[in-house]
């Protein structure tokens, strides 16, 4: 059984000459992650395209209909309209990673199966949120809240801030790469058995038979279901929930 694990392959390196840096690898995660960009930018302009007032398209009546959900997403969890400069940002977030996740199907590799992906999702989300703390309560505000309610608790305040991100980029990542590595296994483990079982059968018929994975159809189709569509979807909506709810608990915050 030949199954690959080991990470994102990297294509080519291209030197920067700057020590700290390092070298730009320039990998599969990467790679994919301009492809879906690309799709995400080209399907928007496709949406929006010639929009009318009256007698709208389909197109328009999905464009609206996405809109509208994303609006009714954030306003329901935060409570009102206060919070509606954060739609674009939480319909941008959701659907790269829905488009991350389910790009596997395609058979290309997920650029959430890579924890960088998140967690620069996460470092993103961190920084709304402490801009948040910090202009509800002020800077010193923001500081004196880590020695509440004594002072002996400041540092694990401070690894409780610092695990938000965290938290937030290995749940995320957790979820999507075990769901590439079991499905992997599984198409592998098929394939195997299938070469196994026909290679019971004797001569060239065997060989051939034995190197078309028949078993591979049908039991990867019903596993995808979950690791690919259900836990896909459900990963992205969980990560812009707590975006959602982590910003609106640091403004109010008081």
Not at 77 to 85: A, E, Q, R, V
Request: proline residues 4%.
């Amino acid at each position: 059984m030949d199954f690959d694990i080991s990470g994102a392959q990297v294509f080519f390196t291209i030197p920067t000459n700057i020590p700290i840096l390092g070298d730009l690898q320039i990998s599969e995660t990467m790679v994919v992650s301009w492809i879906v960009m690309a799709v995400i930018a080209v399907l928007c302009l496709w949406l929006t395209h010639d929009l009318k007032v009256t007698n709208i398209s389909k197109r328009q009546a999905v464009a609206e209909f996405l809109v509208e959900k994303a609006n009714n997403f954030v306003r329901g969890n935060t409570g009102g309209y206060k919070f509606d400069y954060m739609i674009p940002f939480i319909a941008a977030l959701f659907t790269t990673s829905v488009f991350s996740n389910l790009i596997s199907l395609l058979g290309l590799r997920s650029p959430t199966a890579d924890l960088s992906t998140e967690a620069a999702w996460a470092v993103v989300v961190f920084i709304m949120i402490t801009a948040k703390k910090i202009q509800t309560n002020k800077l010193g505000g923001y500081l004196k809240g880590f020695t509440q309610p004594i002072p002996v608790m400041t540092p694990f305040n401070i690894l409780s801030e610092l695990a938000t991100p965290v938290s937030m980029a290995c749940r995320h990542f957790g979820n999507i790469l075990s769901g590439v590595v079991i499905d992997g296994l599984i198409y592998a483990a098929l394939a195997t058995a299938t070469k196994a079982l026909f290679g019971l059968i004797p001569g060239a018929v065997g060989n051939v038979l034995g190197t078309i994975p028949f078993l591979s159809v049908g039991l990867p189709a019903i596993t995808s279901l979950y690791f690919d569509w259900f836990s896909g979807v459900m990963q992205a909506f969980i990560f812009c929930m707590l975006t959602i709810m982590y910003i609106a608990n640091a403004a109010e915050e008081g």
